[in-house]
């Protein structure tokens, strides 16, 4: 059993690159950033109000242990079908709103919140809460701001993904490095929130910093299976 652990700040490809590693591998794929997506999506849903001044934090703990314990939640840990639904209704593409993009920090910065959270993805990654739609593999690749620290720092592979600002934020935004900036959401803005409560702009020690700033898409796996091939 092999666990793959990459953080990494907004931006940098994790998603994309975590997922394509754990096909290559044929592992799971456990997308954390995916359930706090799914938890500020559920939050929202239930009307809570993000935006107040004192967000009322045991309000949002409970209303997301009921989400996870009341069995609402669900995630596929399939990499060629990696779904999140809530009460079966799929909601992979609404998490990605900008609606949920601006909020989500307001709710994974919640110490609680993390709790529950943290107690989820080890189970995931342990493989004893396997979600019934993806049973093979023999790893699992998870993606997130603390799984090399604090989910699994006891990984097989730690990697911190970065890249430069400007570089993110571009991807972000699918247009060329000129117009960083314009449009689309402010990635260091997200990150600085982020940053409050997880460490994940410098890699603790003994996890890989890989900087895929000038590296294709293409470059940036290969050197993550070369990772991941030295360590099997
Ligand atoms: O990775 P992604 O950008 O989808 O993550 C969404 C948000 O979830 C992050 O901005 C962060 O607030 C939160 N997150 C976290 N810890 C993780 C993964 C994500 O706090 N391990």
Redesign the pocket.
Known sequence: MIRVAI?GP?GVG??STSKALARHFGYAYL???????ACAWWCLKQGIDLDAEEIDERQVTETVGEFFTGDHFDISVDPDDPRVSADGEDISEAIRSSEV?TH??K???IIPV?RV?IAA?RAYIAREDQPESFSGGLGVVA?????TTV?APDAEVRVLLTAREEVRQARRNGQSADTAGVGGEDVAA?DR??SQ??SFLTAADGVTTLDNSDLTFEQTLTALITLVEDAV
């Open positions: 953080d907004a994790k998603s997308d954390t950033g995916a359930m706090y997506r993009s989500v920090s709710v994974s910065g993390r959270l993805q993606e997130g701001r603390d799984i989910v997200r929130a982020d409560v997880t």
